[in-house]
């Protein structure tokens, strides 16, 4: 084989850590990451292009229905379809809150009122001055 295009394989993303592809097959290697992941062609070539940065891609979970890469949820929490489900409406609520409210303190008010069972509020403020920060 040609040791170059070899070299060239193996891509380093940022969020999806080493990824080693070839004409045959691509291996990944990452902690919480399920074996097991179907992809085509068009999803691989996406990540090597920095389309696709994340296993949660939508493109990604749509080839993968009963396998999920979860996020936000309780740490003690189990990755069941519930759960799962629990998370994409936390997204879709701090999706539409952030739409609504003006400032972090207004993001974060209202999404402690509808998942205050979270474990992580820390992370919602990060994540709500970001939204707000971005505004300005």
Do not use: C
Not at 14 to 21: E, G, M, Y
Not at 91 to 117: C, N, P, W, Y
């Amino acid at each position: 084989m040609n040791t170059l295009l070899n070299m060239k394989m193996m891509v380093v993303l940022a969020s999806l850590a080493l990824v080693t592809a070839g004409g045959i097959a691509m291996a990944y290697n990452v902690a919480g990451v399920p074996k097991g992941i179907k992809l085509t062609g068009s999803v691989i070539a996406n990540i090597y292009l920095g389309k696709i940065a994340r296993w949660s891609d939508p493109r990604i979970a749509a080839l993968n229905p009963g396998i999920v890469v979860s996020g936000h949820k309780r740490v003690d929490a189990p990755d069941s379809p519930d759960t799962i489900e629990q998370s994409k409406q936390y997204l879709r609520d701090f999706s539409r809150v952030a739409s609504e409210q003006g400032t972090a303190e207004g993001i974060v008010a209202e999404m402690l009122k509808l998942h205050g069972d979270r474990d992580n509020p820390y992370t919602l403020w990060l994540s709500a001055r970001r939204v707000a920060g971005n505004r300005s």
